[in-house]
């Protein structure tokens, strides 16, 4: 079971370039009082109405005990190969309360955009690239996961859900969805209210809530600058890294972040960053790609606008953000496609030392990342 924070940002790579970025002043969120939770959780292959296959004709259903184990009910209902209609599922869902809720989903991997509403409000979107919170696997290539689709307001008592499939043809699957109205880690198929167990002698199971940021003598949080920036740019003096204002030297305890933590849902980033400066980080290494998958002269416009709030969400609790946002093997060349004579669908190791087309082309995404406005600030 993939779950934990660190085993998403510890990660290693080679640095082409390091910004330090500054931004204005932004206000600490302080920690909020507990509230009462409200859940509801139900099976996605239980649909009201749906055109779907029956779950026993599900492409990707389980294939034995083991595989059924990870599921939340041992099923779930899929859909594959080209539609004659749109494909849809609804379902009769009672809310116990009038709240703000979060709304989660087990599916299939990235697979099956997807748009949802409840009754008659604004359709939301889900989009294929979207950050996936958990991981468990059924069988190679067939996987489980929980992602956060949106925020939604419910009155007490009964609603309808809708979901409809993105697109003419694609794998779609989905396993149970989740309201609740404060935010949630997953556990793969555990709710909020089971905890996980572990039968291992001389182990005992490290299961935690998520934190509410409750005052704490062990929290690092004071360490750090009211916000990234608060005391100046960062300077070098000698060997050391100082503070532009104030002359005082810095130190820097960071973690590395690649596009999936910067995708995270606002409130998850939101969660990261003080979590992060709890145990006292004030950088994150954001390493990772800018350009569009089909265009690499040009920046992808939603990724730099997730960048753009993971940025500010770090700043506001006083962490410094450093961007490093090319290496070699995230890119393949072709003559016909990039236009880069010699090169058949490979990477283009040491071209941006001697290659003014593509030296140029690097420089264009520089030039958007640092020129372009941050909305969030």
């Known amino acids: 079971m993939r779950m934990d924070w660190l085993k998403w940002l510890l990660g290693l790579g080679v640095m082409s370039l390091v910004v330090i970025v500054g931004l204005k002043q932004l206000s600490c969120q302080a920690a909020k009082p507990t509230m009462q939770l409200l859940w509801?959780?139900?099976?996605?292959?239980?649909?009201?109405?749906?055109n779907f296959p029956q779950p026993e004709r599900n492409p990707f259903a389980?294939?034995?005990?083991?595989?059924?184990?990870?599921?939340?009910?041992?099923?779930?209902?899929?859909?594959?190969?080209?539609?004659?209609?749109?494909?849809?599922?609804?379902?009769?869902v009672t809310v116990p309360q009038t709240a703000d809720y979060h709304f989660f989903v087990r599916k299939f991997w990235k697979h099956g955009p997807f748009r949802w509403r409840f009754d008659n409000q604004q359709w939301q979107e889900v989009p294929h690239e979207v950050s996936l919170?958990?991981?468990?696997e059924l069988r190679t290539f067939i996987v489980a996961n929980w992602i956060y689709a949106?925020?939604?307001r419910l009155?007490?008592?009964?609603?309808?859900?809708?979901?409809?499939?993105?697109?003419?043809?694609?794998?779609?699957?989905?396993?149970?969805?989740?309201?609740?109205?404060?935010?949630?880690?997953?556990?793969?198929?555990?709710?909020?209210?089971?905890?996980?167990?572990?039968?291992?002698?001389?182990?005992?199971?490290?299961?935690?809530?998520?934190?509410?940021?409750?005052?704490?003598?062990?929290?690092?949080?004071?360490?750090?600058?009211?916000?990234?920036?608060?005391?100046?740019f960062i300077a070098v003096k000698g060997d050391q890294f100082v503070h532009s204002k104030t002359g005082e030297p810095v130190r820097f305890w960071g973690v590395n972040a690649g596009p999936d933590i910067v995708r995270l849902p606002k409130p998850f980033v939101d969660y990261l960053a003080r979590h992060l400066a709890k145990l006292g980080v004030n950088i994150v290494r954001i390493h990772g790609r800018v350009w569009r998958g089909d265009n690499i002269?040009?920046?992808?416009?939603?990724?730099?606008?997730?960048?753009?709030?993971?940025?500010?969400?770090?700043?506001?609790?006083?962490?410094?953000?450093?961007?490093?946002?090319?290496?070699?093997?995230w890119l393949r060349m072709s003559e016909q496609r990039e236009g880069f004579a010699g090169y058949?669908?490979?990477?283009?190791?040491?071209l941006l030392f001697f290659n003014r087309q593509f030296q140029d082309i690097y420089k264009s995404w520089w030039r958007v990342l640092l020129t372009t406005p941050n909305p969030y600030t």
């Open 133 to 136: 919170l958990d991981e468990e």
């Open 297 to 329: 002269r040009q920046v992808d416009t939603d990724y730099l606008d997730r960048l753009f709030y993971f940025i500010t969400a770090m700043k506001r609790q006083g962490i410094y953000t450093g961007l490093s946002i090319y290496f070699p093997l």
């Open 62 to 92: 389980p294939l034995n005990e083991r595989e059924a184990a990870v599921l939340s009910e041992g099923r779930w209902i899929g859909i594959t190969g080209k539609y004659a209609e749109t494909p849809f599922l609804e379902y009769e």
């Open 40 to 50: 509801v959780w139900w099976e996605a292959e239980k649909p009201a109405a749906t």
């Open 155 to 232: 009155t007490a008592g009964k609603h309808r859900l809708r979901i409809e499939q993105i697109g003419k043809e694609g794998a779609a699957a989905y396993d149970c969805f989740l309201l609740i109205n404060r935010l949630w880690i997953p556990k793969g198929k555990l709710k909020p209210n089971e905890r996980a167990q572990v039968n291992v002698a001389g182990w005992s199971t490290f299961d935690p809530d998520s934190d509410n940021f409750a005052p704490s003598p062990i929290d690092l949080r004071s360490l750090n600058e009211k916000f990234a920036g608060e005391k100046g």
């Open 344 to 350: 058949k669908d490979q990477h283009p190791f040491a």
């Open 150 to 152: 949106g925020q939604v």
